[in-house]
Structures are given as structure tokens and as C-alpha cells.
Antibody, heavy 123, light 109 residues
Framework: QVQLVQSGAEVKKPGASVKVSCKASGYTFTSYGISWVRQAPGQGLEWMGWISAYNGNTNYAQKLQGRVTMTTDTSTSTAYMELRSLRSDDTAVYYC????????????????WGQGTMVTVSS | SYELTQPPSVSVSPGQTARITCSGDALPKQYAYWYQQKPGQAPVLVIYKDSERPSGIPERFSGSSSGTTVTLTISGVQAEDEADYYCQSADSSGTSHVVFGGGTKLTVL
């Protein structure tokens, strides 16, 4: 079945970096984009950015420009999100999500989500 | 930056109709999407392109759009519909940035 499986929980100190992986299966990886969305405890959803699995083009949320890098490895159908200079307010569940395409049209929405990766930033 | 505004909470009795609104200046130009999120789970897409239902989503979920406001309607609400609902759209300024509303907690009384 179509699924995205993310790496496990992380605990990091302020100022460190974290890299979360998202392995896709059950579909042609390069035919869809992947977005990353985070959710702080008890808070709403925040879009972090998008990467094309076809050509690696990226589009990052302005708030995270300079701190976030999204990449893909097409040989393993895996997407990665690296966040640097971590702060306490980066503590959140991080989701990868596949772009939604139907009837030959792709929309800026997300139909398949990973299970989430909890990243805790604490000294 | 572009914002989408939702009411924090909506309450409804089982069998009644729940309506959750989402307002944003760019909604006349950009489609809206709706997600359902239950505690401890990833969001699920329930409406795309303002009013279309992905396969597998029950018919009681519907969406509509009027000017700068979109509405998610859940007809014949069931206990299992209790969840957080988020609207989502894209910035119309050419950045293609995605934005989520703050979320609405639907309580089934």
C-alpha cells in the first residue's frame, strides 16, 4: 500500500541540527512532491516547505529560510528534512506528506502522511 | 504573511449538521482544502478544490465557497467525527507557499 514511513524520535540540544527521513513505498516516488509540516504540542499545523521528488526543486516557508534544507534520494525513495540551529520552539511533531494528484492534476494539498517524528529541543 | 481564520471551536449534537468556516483574502483566487485530525494521528484530507471529496471520504462531508469564506459542512454528525479540522490554501502572491488555518475543535455533545 502507499505509505510514508518516518525515522524515530529525536532529542536535541539548542543550537544542534536534526535530520528526519521519510521513506516512500507503494507508488512512483518521482511522480509526486513531498512537503514537510510540523505541529508544536497542542498547536496547529505549520507548513515548512516542499521538494519535488522529480528534480529536487524546493520552496521553503519564509520563516525557516536559511535554517531548513530538504533533499531526496531517488535511489531509495527517501525524502529528508534537516533543520539547523534548533531552538526550544522547534519542539514539535514533524510530518512528511505527499502532494495530492488526481485525474492528472496536482494540487497544493496532501493525501498521504507519514506517522510523524517527535523532535524535542531541550538543554 | 497570509492568514486563514477559523473559529477555535464548534459544538453539535449527534445527527445534527456542523459548519466550520475559514476566511482568507486569497480564497477567491486559490482553492481550499480541509483536513480532519484525531488525537495522536496524522491529518486526513477530507475536501479538496473547495468542494470535492477524495475517494473513501463519506458523503456527509461537503465543502463550499463564497467570496473570502469557505465552509466545511458535516451532515448527520457522528461521534467519530469529533476531531480537529484545519483548512488549508496557498498564497496568491506567486510564492506558492502553503498556509493552514489555526484549526477548529469539533465537539460532538
Amino acid at each position: 500500500q502507499v505509505q510514508l514511513v518516518q525515522s524515530g524520535a529525536e532529542v536535541k540540544k539548542p543550537g544542534a541540527s536534526v535530520k528526519v527521513s521519510c521513506k516512500a513505498s507503494g507508488y512512483t516516488f518521482t511522480s509526486y512532491g513531498i512537503s514537510w509540516v510540523r505541529q508544536a504540542p497542542g498547536q496547529g499545523l505549520e507548513w515548512m516547505g516542499w521538494i519535488s521528488a522529480y528534480n529536487g526543486n524546493t520552496n521553503y516557508a519564509q520563516k525557516l529560510q536559511g535554517r531548513v534544507t530538504m533533499t531526496t534520494d531517488t535511489s531509495t525513495s527517501t525524502a529528508y528534512m534537516e533543520l539547523r540551529s534548533l531552538r526550544s520552539d522547534d519542539t514539535a511533531v514533524y510530518y512528511c506528506a505527499r502532494g495530492y494528484c488526481t485525474n492528472g492534476v496536482c494540487y497544493p494539498a496532501f493525501d498521504i502522511w507519514g506517522q510523524g517524528t517527535m523532535v524535542t529541543v531541550s538543554s | 504573511s497570509y492568514e486563514l481564520t477559523q473559529p477555535p471551536s464548534v459544538s453539535v449534537s449527534p445527527g445534527q449538521t456542523a459548519r466550520i468556516t475559514c476566511s482568507g483574502d486569497a480564497l477567491p483566487k486559490q482553492y481550499a482544502y480541509w483536513y480532519q485530525q484525531k488525537p495522536g494521528q496524522a491529518p486526513v484530507l477530507v475536501i479538496y478544490k473547495d468542494s470535492e471529496r477524495p475517494s473513501g471520504i463519506p458523503e456527509r462531508f461537503s465543502g463550499s465557497s463564497s467570496g473570502t469564506t469557505v465552509t466545511l459542512t458535516i451532515s448527520g454528525v457522528q461521534a467519530e467525527d469529533e476531531a480537529d479540522y484545519y483548512c488549508q490554501s496557498a498564497d496568491s502572491s506567486g510564492t506558492s507557499h502553503v498556509v493552514f488555518g489555526g484549526g477548529t475543535k469539533l465537539t460532538v455533545l
